[in-house]
């Protein structure tokens, strides 16, 4: 039976029940759904699966191969560990709107033309923003809110792209396109937001650390791989991408060295991370889009192992900053072991996830003669050694004591830790479990001496500094700052645009007032009042004159004339010579 | 020597020196190692050592000098 169904539907539709459900099933219930998935998932045959044609386009719902295959089964096994360590929370908005997140980005990698691609991709911008706004403090609202307007900015520029696309070449299948028009860029913008490449990155650290706790490992999990995804599928070889990528890899790392809060320092390291999967897609050689996938791969499990073991103390301790934690080891020891095995993952040191895929990507651009991306590529290694590796596990667990008094966390998120933990080192250990699975057929040898060897002297020399600074008493503690980024164009440009939209358009609106309101009908009002007197004493006062009367004579005349025309009671003649006047002025004025 | 890395100055003490024995094994493994790397930086001797060291030691001191470029109050945007 679960063969016949689309996992995303599986996912989507089985949230829906979540509020019908008590208890123990309700937790039975949501941790079952992402196995389910799974195992439909894998009976899936390759080839085009639900195909619907509606109007003139083919919709297709299931592309399976094994680019979309590898994110698909990424995305269900970290949907299982996201609920596992969110199954005691008490909040059925956020298990909802997690499975409806993790059915939707499934649904992203599995669809196989640009119209479902963009159903599925409105649909995970809205599901993951209730993740945001589920941690219910004034900063989540205001950060959700951000988040969903840039997602909402990104979402148009991919749609308004997809219908450009169709127009021209008539055809809306997912496949391979080329940087050279309007359509194309329109794409490539909408995605690149959704992968937070620079400068379109600022949404990502704005937005996930005021997610909730659980929140977060999904939230770090689909959008941004979602994006590698179809970065991979759509636009391999890009030469922006390398450029890109390589400012993505870097920039992050030294907002990620100087950050006080635990989540935003890996939420810039997840950035960072992406910028060499960036990197390799836009090489675009099989082993440079093999090291992206893989990376990408084992990206989602150790960034989300860093937010558990994060999300973790945040619950336990209420505090997530780097200067009011430390010492946690003694009392989160466990926690603490898990969120080493992240560090050292992220760190890419061998025998753990990250060594088996960054390699890749750094030997593909050594490989490929590009020395400055290599340089570049080996930078963003050791500095996420230094920030997240070494800084994050350090002011949490070790460096001063904060004499807080936090209780080891609960079994269930200790379990969902051990998994991804347990899958850091399996992949470390046995790269071959891995290689398999890539979209192309991968001869890669990640254990040779030089490999093993080199990366162990760039992340441990790397660390060295650390230590040696720590030693010589160089404060690496940043007290509660803003650390501007290219969000002011926005927070700060968006107040300024009010500003001048307000001052320019109600400015305009109270002069267009003033002018056509007021003063231009008081004086039409003034004019069409005195009009028929000043004429008709245009017309008479000659003849007065003429008739040689006395200057009291013309005034009282005026005086009579006046009254005689405001009240309607002036002789017929004058009457009908002003009516004869204001026709010969309106003959000459049409 | 006064560190805080564990707590206690002990743990700390022993745990610098395995992690300084690790660094003088890997600099002296760098002499017996089969260089297999396809750019002419990667072959020179002990270029990873140094790399890692002065591009970590330049990232946590450059990020120091941006912060102060760049730092904002935490009410810069309310």
Not at chain 1, 35 to 41: D, E, I, P, R, T
Not at chain 1, 317 to 346: D, N, V
Not at chain 1, 355 to 369: C, D, L, N, T, Y
Request: hydrophobic share 55%; charged share 15%; aromatic share 12%.
């Amino acid at each position: 039976m679960i063969s016949g169904l689309h996992p995303s539907f599986i996912l989507i539709a089985g949230a829906l029940l979540i509020p019908f459900l008590k208890g123990k099933v309700k937790s039975c219930y949501i941790l079952l759904l992402p196995l389910l998935a799974l195992a439909s998932l894998i009976n899936i045959p390759e080839g085009n699966q639900f195909v619907a044609n509606i109007i003139n386009y083919q919709l297709v719902l299931g592309r399976i191969d094994r680019l979309s295959l590898i994110f698909a089964y990424i995305f269900l096994i970290i949907s299982f560990i996201g609920i596992l360590f969110a199954v005691k929370v008490e909040d059925d908005l956020q298990h909802a709107s997690s499975l409806v997140y993790a059915g939707s980005a499934t649904g992203v990698v599995l669809a196989g033309d640009l119209f479902s691609v963009y159903i599925f991709w409105e649909l995970m911008a809205i599901s993951s923003t209730f993740l945001i706004l589920a941690r219910r403090t004034d900063k989540s609202q205001a950060a959700a809110f951000r988040y969903i307007m840039m997602h909402v900015f990104g979402g148009l520029c991919l749609l308004g792209g997809i219908v450009l696309h169709t127009h021209n070449s008539g055809s809306s299948v997912l496949g391979l396109m080329e940087l050279k028009d309007l359509s194309s860029y329109l794409i490539f913008a909408g995605i690149a937001l959704n992968a937070a490449i620079f400068p379109l990155h600022p949404w990502l650290t704005d937005a996930y650390p005021e997610a909730t706790f659980t929140g977060t490992v999904f939230l770090s999990a689909f959008t941004t791989k979602s994006a590698v995804y179809l970065m991979a599928r759509i636009f391999p070889g890009a030469d922006l991408l390398i450029i890109l990528g390589a400012l993505m890899a870097i920039i992050p790392a030294v907002y990620a060295a100087i950050e006080n809060d635990l989540r935003r320092v890996i939420s810039f390291s997840l950035i960072s991370q992406g910028g060499f999967m960036m990197c390799g897609i836009g090489i675009g050689t099989a082993l440079s889009i093999n090291g992206a996938v893989s990376h990408a791969f084992c990206c989602v499990i150790y960034i989300a192992l860093l937010f558990m073991a994060t999300g973790s103390v945040l619950n336990e301790t209420g505090k997530i900053k780097c200067t009011e934690l430390g010492g946690l080891y003694r009392t989160m020891p466990i926690t603490c072991a898990f969120c080493i095995i992240g560090a050292l993952s992220i760190s890419a040191l061998p025998l753990f996830s990250g060594f088996i895929s960054k390699s890749m990507v750094i030997s593909a651009s050594a490989h490929e003669r590009m020395p400055l991306l290599w340089l570049a590529l080996q930078f963003a290694s050791a500095s996420a050694c230094f920030h997240s590796g070494v800084k994050v596990p350090y002011f949490t667990f070790f460096g001063k004591d904060s004499g807080i008094k936090a209780k080891e966390a609960p079994p269930n998120m200790l379990i969902a830790m051990g998994i991804a933990a347990v899958l850091c080192v399996i992949i470390g250990v046995f790269p071959k479990i891995l290689y398999d699975l890539l979209p192309y057929p991968a001869d890669y040898i990640p254990y040779t001496s030089f490999h093993v060897v080199s990366q162990m002297q760039v992340v441990l020399f790397g660390a060295l500094a650390f230590f040696l600074l720590v030693l010589s008493g160089y404060s690496l503690e940043k007290p509660d700052t803003i650390s501007l980024d290219t969000d002011w164009f926005y927070r700060k440009g968006g107040k300024i645009f009010f500003v001048v939209m307000d001052k320019g358009l109600n400015g305009i609106n109270s002069f267009c007032n003033t002018i056509f309101a007021v003063k231009l009908s008081s004086v039409t009002g003034h004019i069409s009042r005195i009009a028929p007197f000043l004429f008709a004493l245009l017309l008479l006062l000659p003849f007065k004159i003429l008739k040689g009367e006395s200057k009291e004579a013309r005034t009282l005349f005026k005086e009579n004339l006046d009254t005689a025309i405001k009240t309607g009671s002036a002789p017929v003649g004058i009457s009908a010579a002003l009516a004869v006047f204001f026709l010969i002025i309106a003959y000459f004025l049409t | 020597m006064k560190i805080k890395f564990f707590g206690n100055s002990k743990r700390a003490n022993g745990f610098l020196k395995a992690f300084y024995a690790v660094l003088a094994l890997l600099i002296f493994a760098d002499f017996f190692i089969l260089r297999h790397g396809d750019l002419k930086l990667e072959n020179i001797p002990l270029f990873f050592t140094i790399f890692g060291f002065i591009s970590c030691l330049c990232l946590i001191l450059v990020a120091g000098i941006i912060n102060f470029i760049i730092k904002k109050d935490e009410n810069y945007y309310d």
